[in-house]
């Protein structure tokens, strides 16, 4: 065991395990390459392998998976992929048959089959697609050799596959680099990821059939991959990651198992997948990747399983609740890692382009100083969007060696406001090397920092052609994952057993006052303030307000938390936009009951069934789906037609982050928290036909009088009409 936290390492495997089991459905029974891709046969057999069968999740996981790979297994025994086609591949084929090895043993007809294929194509190695006839494919690839050598090593030992094994471990001696690891094939330098592969095939058929390798050899390549380690802790893969999840988790794995004296460079490794982990539990192919990926995520919990205390796969984990002190942890811990994040994830729309039309600009402008941006950009200063709390921002910078520090004062939200009161923070400032920038701090959040981001990157390209090269964006994944902690979301504010209300929790506090019940134990910090409201049930009612801006993906952090506090219920009262009618603006209580997330053009999760108590109540509430996305920016008339095509009849930034949260939490805690949100529209979201609608509001006129006072009146009708009964009042 490393000195890194257990305790991290626990919570970090449960996360991944949890969003991978809940990816599993009657419509699914396989996984794809990602959430949501075409089912994959190579990546279903990785991650049905993975799983090991201690929770009702994963034996339906298990089963489900196996009777797909079945049905789709060729003829000739092999399995295709959706990286190289129907036709068998190495890769592929090899962990379909550990997964059969590893679930139905020996015996199993399709593993048998599979076996046979690897063996008949065997030649100085295995190629990665042995069949195909096209030029070039029946090289031998290291990688894939490995593979296969694995799948032989879990099988029996027949005469045959003996002679393989052998013919193949002798190939891969030869192949190695001197004083160093492997490369792709012969001809190619030696690389990090490709020198795990080998070590991982080498190991497993040594320990398994107690083949002899070259321990001198082996010694040789484990110290060369330890010495590859950069210095944030992180390893460059063959794709030209610089900061590779999958090979950092796959170095660290190996050098586990190769009981090598590299245990600083494993805790490095740790401390550097754990914090390129994304809200969703998951990990992507590199850090500034928006679309996660399941055999990434594979190879991450591959490594960090075994350095967890119970060799945890299923097992429920309390995370801790104990708060951080932000004093002694800016530098060390909350900002250490920066990645710099790129826009491709969303298009620059246009005002014709986009569902908002002349609303647009006017958001924009309400969002951040755009004179102010223009005038850097015109004197070519750069503009820089921080995942910084803004609080920290002054302590932090200086200590990175900013100076000359003046914040922005324009068109703020209104004074007075309680909560969601901490918004962004701009300022002017000067950079190390002495060049002036703007510099906007923003609350922790990888889809926040996109939203600000792609606003100042709107207001670059209306105003120059040039403008993206004067941007940069950075977001802090360590700051993200761990809001809950550093802002103490505990006990003290949430009770075990309590019903959290969310959003709008000042008015809805004032109608319970008003209507005589008893609200008592008010709780306030620097992040949160909660009141309790007993309800004539008996239970209690705590009603949560958020001082900052939880959008997005903050908010799937923050109800993980509240569920693993033993929050019974989480209601959530806030705005959303309406795909319905423009008449449903300040007119209509919607009260999603399915939930979808985007990322501008992609569909990336369709969550899970989860508990809703107040539909089961009151059904005739139900408007069907909601889609939640990252910014407002991407909200063009393609998206609007997957919106369509989906049926949803609302959009928003945070309802379908909550509701993957829950899911999440149930699944990983045998819990069955209920989630519930009313919402009324401020805007309606026009279609393709629809571009020079005229709406009676829309989010640049949210603030008007008319609005204001429309929003009041939706907000007393969710109370007194839903919320009141609903409770018991």
Known sequence: ????????????????????????????????????????????????????????????????????????????????????????????????????????????????????????????GWATQ?????????????????????????????PMHSMRAQDAVSTLMRAKVERAGWGYQ???????????????????????????????????????????????????????????????????????????????????????????????????????????SNWVTFTALLALREFAPTRLRGSVTQPATKAID???????????????????????????????????????SRKIPVRLVEEALAN?????????????????????????????????????????????WFFRATRPDGEPIIAASVVPGADYVLQYASMVRHVALMATTQGE???????????????????????????????????HVDEVRDCLVESSATLTDWQETDYYGASKCRLPDGSYLTLLGVKFSYWGSISHNLCHRLCNLGAREILYIAKLGALTSPDDIYARIFCPSRFWILQHDRLIYEVPQVCNHFLSKFPDYDTGGNISVPTVLEEDYHQRKIATDLQASSIDNEISQMAWAVALANASNGTDVSFSSLHFATDYVRQPGEKILSTSFDLARNRQKGAVSAKSKMINEITYQALMPYFGF
């Open 1 to 124: 065991m490393t000195t890194f936290c257990a305790e991290r390492i626990s919570e970090a495997c449960q996360s991944g395990m949890n969003s991978i089991l809940s990816q599993i459905s009657e419509v699914r029974p396989a996984w794809g390459a990602s959430p949501g891709f075409e089912l994959d046969a190579w990546t279903t057999g990785q991650l049905s392998w993975l799983c090991n069968g201690d929770s009702a999740l994963e034996k339906s996981a298990i089963a489900n998976s196996l009777v797909w790979l079945e049905q789709a297994q060729n003829l000739d025994g092999s399995w295709g992929s959706s990286a190289y086609g129907e036709l068998g591949d190495t890769p592929s084929t090899s962990n379909c048959t550990i997964s059969f090895l590893q679930h139905r043993g020996q015996n199993s007809i399709a593993a048998r089959k599979a076996l046979n294929w690897l063996t008949n194509n065997y030649d100085e």
């Open 130 to 158: 042995p069949t195909d006839i096209r030029k070039g494919s029946h090289l031998p690839h290291y990688y894939s050799t490995s593979y296969a050598l694995r799948a032989l090593a879990k099988g029996p030992q027949l």
């Open 186 to 292: 012969p001809d190619s330098p030696p690389d990090p990821t490709f020198t795990c592969y080998v070590l991982h095939g080498l190991m497993d058929i040594e320990l398994l059939w107690h083949l002899r390798i070259d321990q001198n050899a082996k010694q040789e390549a484990l110290d060369w991959l330890a010495a590859e380690q950069q210095q944030d802790g992180c390893w460059r893969d063959w794709h030209g990651v610089e900061s590779s999840p999958e090979a950092t988790a796959y170095a660290a794995y190996i050098l586990k198992r190769g009981h090598a004296v590299h245990l600083a460079n494993i805790d490095k490794a740790l401390e550097a997948l754990i914090t390129l982990q994304r809200v969703d539990g998951l990990w992507s192919m590199s850090p500034d990747e928006v679309i996660p």
């Open 326 to 364: 932000i004093h002694s942890t800016l530098p060390q811990r909350l900002y250490d890692v920066a990645i710099r994040t790129p826009l491709d994830a969303i298009p620059h729309t246009r005002p014709i382009d986009h569902t908002m039309y002349r609303a647009l600009d006017s958001y924009v």
């Open 380 to 424: 070519d200063m750069r503009v820089e969007v921080h995942g910084i709390y803004p609080p920290h921002f002054r302590t932090l910078a200086r200590q990175w060696g900013y100076t000359d520090f003046k914040r922005i004062r324009f068109r703020r939200v209104r004074s007075g406001k309680h909560f969601n009161s901490i918004r962004p």
């Open 469 to 503: 090269r004067l941007l940069d964006n950075f977001r802090y994944p360590y700051a993200e994952s761990q809001i809950a902690d550093w802002t103490a979301l505990d006990d003290k504010l949430v009770e075990p057993g309590n019903r959290v209300l969310l959003g």
